[in-house]
């Protein structure tokens, strides 16, 4: 049986997928990746309104104009660094 670290999964629907740390360490890490059903995609650079899923967002700074205009598309109104206290509970 193999441990792994259950921060992996826990944020799946998958009913087998669900466990908290104490259960995870029960459950056989083949079974897991068994689960074809389970397809995972990302997008760098995600909400960055003209470098999403680009190159240039890959090891660059996105440059003022773009930061306002990634907040803008992601409807996020804080200003920066700050988190606001729904997020931190």
């Given at each position: 049986?193999?441990?792994?670290?259950?921060?992996?999964?826990?944020?799946?629907?998958?009913?087998?997928?669900?466990?908290?740390?104490?259960?995870?360490?029960?459950?056989?890490?083949v079974n897991?990746?068994?689960?074809?059903?389970?397809?995972?995609?990302?997008?760098?650079?995600?909400?960055?309104?003209?470098?999403?899923?680009?190159?240039?967002?890959?090891?660059?700074?996105?440059?003022?104009?773009?930061?306002?205009?990634?907040?803008?598309?992601?409807?996020?109104?804080?200003?920066?660094?700050?988190?606001?206290?729904?997020?931190?509970?």
């Amino acid at each position: 049986m193999v441990k792994f670290p259950p921060s992996h999964v826990s944020k799946y629907p998958y009913p087998k997928l669900n466990l908290t740390r104490e259960e995870s360490y029960g459950v056989d890490f083949v079974n897991l990746v068994s689960l074809k059903t389970t397809h995972v995609t990302t997008t760098i650079g995600y909400g960055s309104p003209n470098k999403a899923n680009s190159y240039s967002v890959h090891g660059a700074a996105l440059g003022e104009k773009e930061v306002e205009a990634t907040r803008n598309n992601l409807g996020w109104p804080y200003e920066p660094f700050k988190v606001p206290d729904e997020v931190k509970r």
